[in-house]
């Protein structure tokens, strides 16, 4: 007898295994819930199957990595799915009408993973140009069909798949990008918040952009009118070219990155806003001693640090780096400015991360207004059953006179 490789593998839930989760809308089964025999273990990573109770009812049709901690992720609540191109076109057509109501032009993130059907997938548009992150196996597997679907819907030309995701070594995945379809530009500009930021899609960080931030931005910028910024951690000048396009007096961006100060002084060309721009290469938490020493005040300070406490083990250390962050960026604020302090690890939930805040404005003598509590922007909607995709935490305070 033949083997037939198309044959759908079923892999079943053990009998108390989370059957009413995944009836629910649960999106992920861990291996331990999961009754793993050599049948099962020698099934592909990514592999399409059929997921069964513990009773053999069906639960519907999902993607299996034997490989990884999250052996099943929920495709279909349809047992008989095929997961297929047409069924990839209907997932991003959905997705991709949630941002043509949000968005006036087409930058955006297009798909958010598991909050948008496609678990494990994270792309971003630039207009013509799409970043893909496949961080799932099964997305791996149907990489080529995933991006002929992706242009289908968008018109998009060119496709770049980005394999730096940290997620990738957990599915059992290699770290190779590549470009897929077309040519990636030189040079990229994406509008956002009256501003034009220039994107790196094959050198830069993330997938070239923080489109995450875009609301977030938007509210830094309404703070800004007349008023000197300091964006510490600014990348590609994220907050700063906002703020300048929303009236700030002068901004300057800090970052220990030359290549992302680079990208956002081009930006800063491309809006016509650099002759109120300046930037310093440094650690930010040296820039900020330094700033302090030379008696500097803004009138709005801006923090977006990297990920301190990515993963638990982290937490402690990570809310001790933001306390002192928010200490020492206190230190700057004119009184009666304003400070905007951010978080984007998965560990620091908001209270915790909140406290970290209030215990560095504490610590620097100043006391706060809690004035905005931001999340990341619509196009990164969350999955109910992951509450950790809500990872990104903004919090604007005024510092009372
Ligand atoms: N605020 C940006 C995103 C910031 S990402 C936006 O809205 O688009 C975090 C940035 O912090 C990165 O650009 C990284 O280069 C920078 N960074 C990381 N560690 C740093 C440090 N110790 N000092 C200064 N910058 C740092």
């Known amino acids: 007898m033949t083997h037939d490789p198309t044959a759908q ?8 295994g989370p059957a009413r989760a995944v009836r629910f809308g649960a999106p992920w089964v861990y291996a331990d819930s999961l009754v793993l025999d ?79 059907g496609l ?13 893909v992150q496949p961080n799932a196996a099964w997305a791996e597997r149907l990489l080529p069909t995933l991006s002929d679907a992706l ?73 800004a009118k007349e008023a000197r910024v300091l964006d510490v951690f600014s990348h590609v000048g994220g907050f700063a070219l906002a703020a300048l396009a929303g009236g700030a007096r ?24 650099d002759a109120r721009f300046a930037t310093r290469k440094a650690d930010a938490f040296d820039a900020m001693d330094a700033l302090g020493a030379e008696a500097a005040r803004f009138d709005l300070v801006i923090a977006d640090p990297p990920a301190f406490a990515p993963a638990k083990p982290a937490l402690e250390a990570g809310l001790r780096a933001y306390e002192r962050v928010a200490r020492k960026a206190t230190a700057l604020v004119e009184p009666g400015g304003c400070l905007m302090l951010c978080s984007c690890s998965h560990a620091a939930d908001l209270p915790a991360f909140r406290t970290a805040c209030l215990r560095g404005i504490g610590k620097a003598g ?15 909607p969350t999955h109910p059953y992951l509450a950790e995709s809500t990872y990104l935490k903004a919090l604007a305070f005024r510092i009372l006179p």
């Open 151 to 223: 242009q289908e819907v968008t018109g998009a030309t060119c496709v770049y798949k980005n394999a730096s995701g940290r997620t990738r070594a957990l599915e059992g995945l290699d770290d190779h990008s590549e470009i897929l379809a077309g040519v990636v530009p030189e040079a990229l500009f994406v509008p956002m918040n009256g501003a034009k930021y220039r994107a790196d899609i094959l050198g830069g960080q993330k997938t070239g952009l923080f489109y995450d931030q875009r609301a977030n931005h938007a509210f830094a910028a309404r703070l």
């Open 250 to 273: 002068m901004a300057l961006g800090v970052d220990s990155s030359g290549p992302a100060l680079a990208l956002a002084e081009d930006g800063a060309r491309e809006s016509g806003l």
């Open 38 to 116: 050599r049948r099962t273990k020698a099934l592909t990573p990514g592999s399409i199957v059929r997921l069964e109770d513990g009773e053999r009812a069906p639960l519907g049709t999902a993607a299996f990595n034997p490989l990884s901690k999250i052996a099943i992720r929920l495709l279909d609540p349809d047992p008989g799915a095929r997961i297929d191109r047409a069924w990839l076109v209907e997932r991003v057509r959905t997705a991709l009408a949630l941002r043509a109501r949000l968005f006036d032009t087409p930058h955006y993130r297009l798909i958010h993973a598991e909050a948008d």
């Open 366 to 380: 100043a006391r706060a207004q809690l004035i905005y509590s931001g999340a990341a922007s619509p196009d990164h």
């Open 9 to 16: 593998a079923t892999v079943r839930l053990r009998p108390k």
């Open 119 to 131: 678990p494990g997938v994270i792309v971003d548009r630039f207009d013509d140009v799409l970043v």
